[in-house]
């Protein structure tokens, strides 16, 4: 059994930084891409940003020039370098694994906090 196992939220002031990792406990392979989403409480669960296999990045609008998303595709783990950080960041943020053949691995959600 796969899981997604997040680390790195918490609580931080505006303008701060944040970096959370992910990392896949079991056996995963063909990962295609991976990515992160985060959710606020009463809406959708968006998307922050997404990495291919081949490394080419997708970013959510509202996140461009702050956040970076990385992956080490010997390790298996994707990383997201918050910078800039805003209230309205404040969100449980996923990570995503999205195999070759279409299968979606979640992990359980990490709080990111950004308040003074």
């Known amino acids: 059994q796969v899981q997604l196992v997040e680390s790195g939220g918490g609580l931080v002031e505006p303008g701060g930084s944040l970096r959370l990792s992910c990392a896949a406990s079991?056996?995963?392979?063909?990962?295609?891409?991976m990515g992160w989403y985060r959710q606020t409480p009463g809406k959708q669960r968006e998307l922050v940003a997404t990495?291919?296999?081949?490394?080419?990045?997708n970013y959510a609008d509202s996140v461009k020039g702050r956040f970076t998303i990385s992956r080490d595709n010997a390790k298996n783990t994707v990383a997201l370098q918050m910078n800039s950080l805003k209230p309205e960041d404040t969100a449980v943020y996923f990570c995503?694994?999205?195999?070759?053949?279409?299968?979606?691995?979640w992990g359980q959600g990490t709080h990111v906090t950004v308040s003074s």
């Open positions: 990495i291919a296999s081949g490394g080419s990045r």
């Open positions: 995503l694994y999205r195999t070759t053949w279409g299968a979606n691995y």
């Open positions: 079991g056996s995963i392979s063909n990962i295609n891409t």
